[in-house]
């Protein structure tokens, strides 16, 4: 079963503007990651942020954890064409047995 | 460093067939996950090995099974397949059994089942 929702599920932006996605979850957690997936293929890990994290930074990427909320984001600042994907959360809950618990994913299209 | 590689990349099947896939973990990774992407389900959980046991197991029948190699590499099968079967297989490796570890994706073997 998956753990949550993410927000929205499709997102259309021009190259150049920032992409920000949410994810809500249910449980207690480890940890959360977000990957990306160019066309069924892969998953590419993108970044891991741990519960007692607030946020996190990687190149243009920026991650949030509100661990009170259940929810995280992430921001993807001055999108490219290339960023064209579909973006999942995956929470590692506490009692799940490393277990990641995706979310339904957000598809993201960046126009040139 | 070589990522994780699974193969085949594509597998075509017919309805009680078995299939089999394999994977092999990052070198030094002991740890492989196993996931199904079905249209319309999502990513979710198969198995998890490591060190050469079965861990974790995620909410499939029976017929979905595997073993992990002494050299960490792993297979899934699939026995009496199902036109539901058809899906996205994932593995994912770790470098070891503590939870919390980032798991790195294959590229994955797309089953297509007739």
């Known amino acids: 079963s998956q753990q949550g929702e993410e927000d929205p599920q499709a997102l259309s932006i021009q190259e150049g503007e920032n992409a920000t996605m949410n994810c809500s979850y249910k449980t207690s957690i480890n940890n959360l990651q977000w990957y990306r997936q160019n066309s069924g293929r892969g998953l590419v890990h993108l970044i891991l942020?741990?519960?007692?994290?607030r946020e996190k930074h990687s190149g243009r990427l920026r991650v949030t954890l509100d661990t009170s909320k259940k929810s995280s984001s992430l921001l993807i600042t001055a999108s490219r064409a290339a960023d064209t994907a579909s973006y999942f959360c995956a929470t590692d809950d506490d009692n799940a047995g490393n277990m990641l618990t995706f979310g339904g994913g957000t598809r993201l299209m960046v126009k040139p | 460093e070589a990522g994780v590689t699974q193969s085949p990349t594509h597998l075509i099947k017919t309805r009680g067939q078995q299939a089999t896939l394999r994977c092999s973990p990052i070198?030094?990774?002991?740890?492989v996950y196993w996931y199904q992407q079905a249209l319309g389900l999502g990513l979710q959980f198969l198995l998890w090995y490591d060190e050469g046991e079965e861990r974790n197991r995620g909410n499939f029948p029976p017929r979905f099974s595997g073993r992990q190699f002494p050299n960490y590499s792993s297979e899934l099968n699939v026995n009496a397949l199902e036109l539901e079967d058809s899906a996205l297989y994932l593995c994912?490796?770790?470098?070891?059994?503590?939870?919390?570890?980032?798991?790195?994706f294959g590229p994955g073997t797309r089953l297509l089942v007739l």
């Open positions: 994912a490796s770790s470098p070891g059994s503590t939870g919390g570890e980032t798991q790195y």
């Open positions: 942020i741990r519960s007692n994290e």
């Open positions: 070198s030094g990774h002991t740890s």
